[in-house]
């Protein structure tokens, strides 16, 4: 069922919004001609801190990485600079360590090149992401920061808000 304001007929302000399945014509009747319009929904606005928890959302969820769903929060990147910190020191338990991404996926990461390629990733989706974030803040108005397209780093921010319009 539509809603219809009912305005001041004075003013012209809204006094009412009412649920009304009939014939506009009985609100004509009881409101006065010109004195109700069909309700619209006022368009959302966007704030910096929209974008700010988006940006965190994206950075949990973390990125694809060679063809695998990786984390790429703060807990699982900091796991891959340990795992780089046991090859610097030689330490025999990092030489060979086995993990399960959320997908399932069994990983060997059994050179230092795995990992740091691994690690140099996240940390550069991340360092993206925060770049971007703050890019999008910057814009008036803020857009919607659930759109993918924004948040898409082989495109610059300008492309992506062209793709928008």
């Given at each position: 069922?539509?809603?219809?304001?009912?305005?001041?007929?004075?003013?012209?302000?809204?006094?009412?919004?009412?649920?009304?399945?009939?014939?506009?014509?009985?609100?004509e009747?009881?409101?006065?001609?010109?004195?109700?319009?069909?309700?619209?929904?006022?368009?959302?606005?966007?704030?910096?801190?929209?974008?700010?928890?988006?940006?965190?959302?994206?950075?949990?969820?973390?990125?694809?990485?060679?063809?695998?769903?990786?984390?790429?929060?703060?807990?699982?990147?900091?796991?891959?600079?340990?795992?780089?910190?046991?090859?610097?020191?030689?330490?025999?338990?990092?030489?060979?360590?086995?993990?399960?991404?959320?997908?399932?996926?069994?990983?060997?990461?059994?050179?230092?090149?795995?990992v740091?390629?691994?690690?140099?990733?996240?940390?550069?989706y991340?360092?993206?992401?925060?770049?971007?974030?703050?890019?999008?803040?910057?814009?008036?108005?803020?857009?919607?920061?659930?759109?993918?397209?924004?948040?898409d780093?082989?495109?610059?921010?300008?492309?992506?808000?062209?793709?928008?319009?």
């Amino acid at each position: 069922m539509p809603d219809y304001d009912i305005l001041n007929s004075d003013t012209g302000e809204v006094e009412n919004t009412i649920v009304f399945d009939g014939d506009t014509k009985w609100l004509e009747e009881n409101f006065g001609e010109g004195n109700w319009r069909l309700y619209e929904e006022p368009p959302r606005t966007f704030e910096a801190t929209d974008v700010s928890e988006e940006a965190e959302r994206r950075i949990e969820a973390g990125t694809r990485i060679n063809g695998t769903q990786f984390k790429t929060d703060l807990e699982s990147v900091g796991r891959l600079s340990e795992m780089l910190d046991g090859f610097d020191a030689e330490l025999p338990e990092a030489s060979k360590v086995e993990a399960v991404t959320a997908e399932g996926v069994l990983l060997v990461l059994d050179t230092r090149e795995k990992v740091q390629a691994l690690y140099h990733a996240a940390i550069k989706y991340r360092a993206g992401i925060v770049t971007r974030s703050a890019q999008i803040q910057q814009l008036d108005p803020v857009p919607d920061p659930s759109q993918d397209i924004l948040w898409d780093l082989t495109k610059t921010l300008p492309e992506a808000m062209e793709e928008l319009s």
